[in-house]
């Protein structure tokens, strides 16, 4: 296991149940299997994260496979990033929420190698959700800010979008390691973003730079979506764009029967330095 104590950063181990360091913090791991790494004192709200609206709606439009060409490509990229040797690696994804990409590269990429997959999110509710559901990987509560892994221990780290500080991606891994970043390309949703905005703008067209590593791949997702309303409002309610949405829209969205979208997607893929 590569998880150390968020308060005094000494290695954790497990023992009967419970994460200990050698300061003797503990952090008992969950019946789901699953462990809180998240003190109270670093937490800015009660519960963090997406709400269990956002989660539930989130894992609907997952599940019916929307997103597949996304998460099929980023497997792809990662398969044939990482080495397919018999020594131990350690992959992070960052802001994992129900855990639909940890869980699907922890199956696919151990029938290659041995690779320990960690899932790390904000929200204790999807992480719960995750550790139940994909026995695969391993999951914790955590900051993104202030990751609960040792130095130099994680061979690659996948972001979809979430944040992290370049200092702590350095930190955490290994010389050569590899950062999958996925984030939005221009067209991304734009057809949603109609819905909220009356003059909907792409997102901006610059390249992520992420010190500490460099570039060496970049790849462009784009494809079509036609989505019934109930999905339509599934899609919504995953971003941003649903704070902004009057109940009337919601409404007329959902006896949508066919709704049009795009997706835009670029996929990075960094080595560090």
């Not at 610059?206 to 339509?232: T, W």
Request: glycine fraction near 4%; aromatic fraction near 10%.
């Amino acid at each position: 296991m590569q998880y150390q104590c968020p308060l005094c950063h000494q290695p954790l181990q497990l023992d009967n149940q419970v994460w200990q360091c050698s300061n003797r913090h503990q952090f008992d791991r969950a019946k789901e299997g699953y462990v809180n790494l998240m003190p109270v004192q670093h937490k800015k709200s009660k519960n963090p994260g997406d709400n269990q609206m956002m989660m539930q709606a989130r894992r609907q439009f997952l599940d019916a496979g929307y997103y597949q060409p996304l998460r099929d490509a980023i497997f792809s990229l990662l398969n044939n990033s990482l080495s397919d040797d018999l020594v131990p690696q350690a992959l992070l994804d960052i802001g994992c929420g129900e855990g639909y990409y940890t869980g699907f590269l922890a199956e696919k990429l151990k029938q290659h190698r041995d690779i320990t997959v960690y899932g790390l999110d904000i929200a204790k509710g999807a992480i719960r959700s995750a550790a139940k559901r994909y026995s695969s990987a391993e999951f914790c509560v955590a900051s993104s800010h202030l990751l609960p892994f040792s130095d130099q221990s994680m061979d690659a780290v996948l972001r979809i979008y979430a944040p992290c500080k370049a200092q702590e991606l350095c930190r955490v891994v290994k010389t050569d390691g590899l950062i999958v970043a996925v984030t939005p390309a221009p067209n991304h949703l734009i057809q949603l973003k109609g819905l909220i905005y009356q003059t909907p703008q792409p997102h901006e067209d610059n390249e992520e730079h992420i010190e500490g590593f460099y570039l060496i791949e970049s790849q462009r997702l784009s494809y079509k979506m036609n989505l019934p309303g109930e999905q339509a409002v599934n899609l919504l309610q995953m971003t941003p764009f649903a704070w902004k949405a009057s109940e009337q829209l919601i409404a007329e969205l959902s006896d949508n029967t066919d709704f049009y979208c795009e997706t835009d997607f670029y996929i990075r893929l960094y080595r560090k330095k």
